[in-house]
């Protein structure tokens, strides 16, 4: 490849104007963008939820190797830490199967392995604070 090929192509990628993408997807591939959207503006118009504070920690299992830890910092706002979330384990609450959690300051993944992070991306998308 010559730089002229190069410089060719850079020019051909800055004239796209992004629907040439759309045209090459498949119905699933388009069905299955679709229903993401539809998901992420499901998740965007709930509102914030807390779980109301018993002591200065709480600790709660989510099954397996999972566990969310919620406490009041220095300026009194309410944090809450998830570690190593697999929603879908047989030991997860049911209240938490059914809607996603949307109040995660941190998500913290011990490794990759999908019971430890498979969910991570979910509890990300779904968060409301705004410096996640």
Known sequence: MTDKDLDDFTAQL?????????QQMSPEQAAALKAAADMKAQLD?????????????DIKWFG????????MDKDDVQRCIYIDIWIDNKDCPAAEK?????????????HGQLDHSMHAPFLI??????KR
């Open 45 to 57: 118009a709930k509102p914030l939820l807390h779980e109301k504070l018993k002591g200065k920690v």
């Open 98 to 110: 059914a809607e996603c959690p949307n109040d995660s300051d941190l998500i913290l993944v011990t």
């Open 14 to 22: 800055n004239q796209s104007d992004g629907d040439e993408a759309k």
């Open 64 to 71: 397996h190797a999972g566990f969310k830890v919620q406490f």
């Open 125 to 130: 998308m779904a968060g409301k604070k705004e």
